[in-house]
């Protein structure tokens, strides 16, 4: 039995700082945060779209964030004598706080004066960064199966409170890598944002589910990890996980991970499976940046129950995708993708399951 051990504080601007650690009493949350920080931005404000029966979160003030800064200035290292940055603490295993440039904060509003066609309401919720290893030139694929199960308790831990939180309806945890997709700090972090809706991707998919459920009789998440686990687009699999490139993949590099059993979100994740997912997404991430032998730029997300709805319905898996589809080219979501919603692959998904099976790790 793993335990991992959390500890709390708050930074100058009183945005929480949790640390996890292997090892109990790591004394991290004693240290202060001595900067003087502005007062944090208002939230943002949603909009209905009523087209697509959608929300989006209008966030002005995130256009002032820090943008790529030299190792030098990075927000995300330890804090030292002559430099105070996000982290009070000299040292961390893995650090998560709130982001000083959220799309989503604060508690559940009032709908505030808008078209009719378009109400308009604060953009509530929350945004955390998770900040997966102290030492700034690695990366996720290169952290040790131990760092990655510190990594899945402050998922879990986080997805656990923040589904708490006032306002919440969607805990989402996941990763941007790769300047080609626009992260603007090179510091392996990924981020958790508490949606205060149900996403239009997760909708879909649960309107999708309920729809087979009540044809069949089953669950379609088990039903597609089934149908996957005993094909040719499997990548890699061990007692607990396995991860296959879909039958309609929509990016060249694209892997689903899930676990055996069906559970809604990580939290209710047992300690085996949590210890398993480790070693199994690490060589998904490695065979990825070895079959060019360039790293990969990917997002990769996980997908988990609503807080209130579908939650029988979902299964949590990972989806993670990479745009880049020869050494030197990136996919672009150009005119069928990006104003119909309709991918066209360049990549059949068969043959980018090969590819990664067969890259020399
Ligand atoms: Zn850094």
């Known amino acids: ?37 502005p007062p944090r931005p208002p939230a943002g404000e949603l909009r209905y779209d009523a087209l697509r029966a959608e929300w989006v979160a209008v966030a002005a003030h995130r256009q002032t964030r820090t ?3 030299p190792a030098s200035e990075c927000p995300l290292c330890p804090s030292t004598p002559q430099r105070a940055t996000e982290i009070p603490a000299p040292g961390y ?9 959220p799309s989503f904060a604060g508690p559940a509003g009032h ?13 509530a919720g929350r945004c955390e960064v998770v900040c997966f ?6 990366s996720f694929a290169s952290l040790e199966p131990r760092q990655v199960r510190v990594v899945m308790e402050a998922w879990a831990e986080r997805t656990a409170a923040m ?11 996941f990763e941007n890598r790769g300047e080609e997709i626009g ?24 309107a999708s589910a309920e729809a087979h459920l009540l044809r069949t009789g089953r669950n379609l998440f088990a039903d597609v990890l089934a149908a996957e686990a005993a094909g040719e687009r499997v990548v890699a699999a061990n007692e607990h996980w396995t991860a296959f490139v879909p039958v ?18 990580l939290p209710a994740l047992s300690d085996v499976e949590r210890e398993a997912f480790g070693p199994i997404y690490l060589e998904v991430l490695r065979r990825l940046d070895a079959v060019y032998g360039v790293p990969m730029p990917y997002i990769s997300a996980w997908h988990q129950a609503p807080v209130r709805t579908g939650r029988d319905l979902s299964y949590a898996h990972l989806q993670l995708h990479s745009a880049r589809r020869a050494p030197n080219k990136l996919k672009f979501l150009a005119g069928s993708e990006s104003a119909m919603g309709a991918f066209i692959n360049d990549v059949a998904p068969e043959q980018a399951a090969k590819m990664l099976r067969e890259a020399s790790l």
Do not use: K
């Open 133 to 138: 290893t102290p030492d700034h030139g690695s």
């Open 183 to 206: 992260v603007t700090l090179h510091h392996p972090h990924g981020q958790i944002y508490g949606y205060p809706f149900v996403t239009p991707t997760t909708r879909r998919m649960l």
């Open 93 to 101: 295993e893995v650090a998560v706080f709130e982001n000083l440039f």
């Open 248 to 265: 309609a993949a929509r990016w060249p590099f694209e892997v689903h991970l899930y676990p055996h059993s069906h559970v809604p979100d």
């Open 1 to 37: 039995m793993t335990s991992i051990h959390r500890s709390t504080t708050t930074l100058a601007d009183g945005r929480e700082i949790h640390y996890f650690d292997a090892a109990p009493d790591s004394g991290r949350a004693s240290f202060v945060d001595g900067r003087a920080l």
């Open 111 to 123: 709908t505030l004066d808008g078209e009719s066609l378009s109400p308009r309401r604060p953009a």
């Open 67 to 69: 943008f790529l800064p």
């Open 163 to 173: 589904s708490g939180l006032d306002g919440v309806e969607q805990v989402f945890c």
